[in-house]
């Protein structure tokens, strides 16, 4: 004979296994899209936020391949590029009848301005907001972004050799 734990346990266990699909499967909108676009979009979408301009743009400093390498680490952000990248090209096949890779940069930047100003909480502007912030943090470290914005490199490891003079 069972008892009331082994009930409940036996029930959300069957729930769990039964709502499993859902989690695990990208939705309608996810499988209509082929995932070799999911690099395009994002190496456009990565242009279009950081574009080269006096300094190197997000590509040419490695960001496609960084975005991916912190998303195989992270599920959260592994899930919100892949939605992330979904939204941007049915927004683009709406407005445009063409991929995001495919627009040009001035209708690139209107879908992602789009983005950035949805509202608190939605999946275009997390994802905005949060691969902005990985973007920016990997592009700003990055030794070949600084002459153009005349910084000369963190003080270490050769710290602060004149130290002993006078700052001028």
């Known amino acids: ?78 899930v919100l590029i892949h939605h992330g990248t979904v939204w941007l090209d049915k927004r683009a096949r709406e407005a445009y009848q063409a991929s995001f890779s495919a627009l040009d940069a001035a209708a690139r ?20 907001e949060e691969t902005r912030r990985v973007a920016m943090r990997h592009f700003y470290a990055h030794p070949s972004t600084w002459p153009a914005l005349n910084y000369q490199g963190p003080p270490q490891p050769t710290g602060f050799p004149d130290y002993t003079r006078p700052p001028t």
């Open 109 to 128: 930047e209107l879908i992602v301005e789009n983005a950035s100003q949805a509202p608190k909480n939605s999946i275009p502007r997390a994802f905005f």
């Open 1 to 78: 004979m069972c008892d009331r734990r082994d009930m409940l346990r036996f029930f959300l266990g069957s729930v769990l296994a039964a709502l499993t699909p859902f989690f695990s499967t990208p939705g309608k909108a996810a499988r209509k899209i082929k995932a070799p676009s999911l690099p395009d979009t994002l190496s456009a979408y990565l242009d279009t936020l950081i574009p080269r301009d006096d300094s190197p743009g997000a590509l040419d400093v490695g960001g496609l391949e960084h975005m991916l390498a912190s998303s195989a680490g992270d599920l959260k952000l592994k």
